[in-house]
């Protein structure tokens, strides 16, 4: 074999597994996205609170990406599934939560200090 036999065989092989790797990423990923929704921790998103609201159970969170949810990052309030919930939590707190959406209604169902 010389040189430009050599770099040839390499090309054909990358060109052959090419297709290969990118049928295992696309089999890999809907597998990884039902692993996201089992997951609990998966679904956690970060934030920080803003206010909390201990007669309503309602907490401002300026939070991160909601991936759950769809949501971008941005400050807003939540309803909470329980007020205990809101009773975990003060202004400045730094956490993580989950939020899912219940008839429209973004509810904090979980909420756990982000140390
Ligand atoms: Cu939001």
Request: hydrophobic share 40%.
């Amino acid at each position: 074999m010389n040189s430009k036999t050599v770099v040839l065989f390499g090309v054909l092989i990358a060109a052959a597994l090419s297709p290969l790797a990118v049928l295992a990423q696309t089999s890999a990923t809907p597998a990884k996205q039902g692993d996201a929704k089992s997951d609990q921790s998966g679904d956690m998103a970060q934030g920080e609170i803003q206010k909390v609201d201990t007669d309503t159970g309602r907490i401002t969170i300026k939070h991160g990406e909601i991936k759950n949810l769809g949501m971008p990052g941005m400050t807003m309030v939540f309803a909470t599934k329980d007020k205990s919930i809101a009773d975990k939590v003060k202004t400045g707190d730094k956490i993580r939560f989950k939020a899912v959406n219940e008839n429209g209604k973004l509810i904090v169902t979980e909420i756990a200090q982000d140390k």
